[in-house]
């Protein structure tokens, strides 16, 4: 398995209030990414970095941040937890980010908004 | 906008049996295809991918069929077994944005009965 560690694995946390996920990777790889698990929808793309301070906004970004200050550590922060926000994230990393480049996935997050 | 459809939604087959699952996406430009096999709990995994430039690639039990003037690419397990139960993912993404982003169908169950 890639060396990819989300923290937390599981979260229950009360509407309004800041959340942060973790993704640390041990294999260098220049790009990382967040995802979002929700039945019906598939993965979709939340936000993704391309190098250590380097981000930019996936197909839903709205009510989401990230960071990334290393190049082995991501962090997604929901600013003010919804509802609509439970769900399970998944963060991935890839080598050269272009095509035909496997992404490799972290074993998610499960959050619950309360 | 779901660009990339996914059918069907889930799939009973018997061991032994071929499983098909479908997709169809809407933008030309993607020009990388790869399906993600998921078990519960865990990660998606790179199962196998394609590029238009061909029509079917097989790898093992797992092939690929892809329909350029269609825009349509289906996912055939031959001899399924009941280690295949899982979730599969097709996907897609660009060439020319050359960050490694892709767009997830919405996912198929599928259940391989002894």
């Known amino acids: 398995d890639a060396g990819i560690t989300q923290s937390p694995r599981h979260k229950v946390t009360e509407t309004g209030t800041p959340v942060t996920l973790r993704c640390h990777q041990t294999?260098?790889?220049?790009?990382m990414y967040w995802y979002r698990q929700d039945p019906g929808h598939g993965l979709r793309l939340i936000h993704y970095?391309?190098?250590?301070?380097?981000?930019d906004k996936g197909e839903v970004s709205d009510g989401y941040s990230v960071s990334r200050s290393k190049t082995e550590d991501f962090l997604l922060t929901l600013e003010s937890a919804t509802s609509s926000q439970t769900s399970v994230y998944f963060c991935?990393?890839?080598?050269?980010?272009?095509?035909?480049?496997?992404?490799?996935f972290g074993q998610g997050t499960r959050l619950t908004v309360v | 906008q779901q660009q990339v459809k996914q059918s069907p939604q889930s799939l009973i087959v018997q061991k032994g049996g071929i499983s098909i699952i479908n997709c169809a996406y809407e933008?030309?430009?993607?020009?990388?295809f790869p399906w993600y096999q998921q078990f519960p709990g865990k990660g998606p995994a790179l199962l196998i991918a394609?590029?238009?430039?061909?029509s079917e690639k097989k790898e093992g039990r797992f092939t690929i069929s892809f329909n350029k003037s269609a825009k349509q690419f289906s996912l055939h397990i031959m001899d399924s077994q009941p280690g295949d139960s899982a979730t599969y993912f097709c996907?897609?993404?660009?060439?020319?944005?050359?960050?490694?982003?892709?767009?997830f169908g919405q996912g198929t169950t599928l259940q391989v009965k002894p």
């Open positions: 996907a897609a993404s660009k060439d020319s944005s050359n960050t490694g982003k892709l767009i």
């Open positions: 294999e260098n790889h220049r790009y």
């Open positions: 933008n030309t430009a993607f020009d990388y």
């Open positions: 970095s391309y190098g250590v301070k380097d981000t």
């Open positions: 394609i590029r238009p430039d061909v």
């Open positions: 991935a990393i890839s080598e050269l980010g272009g095509p035909n480049t496997e992404a490799f």
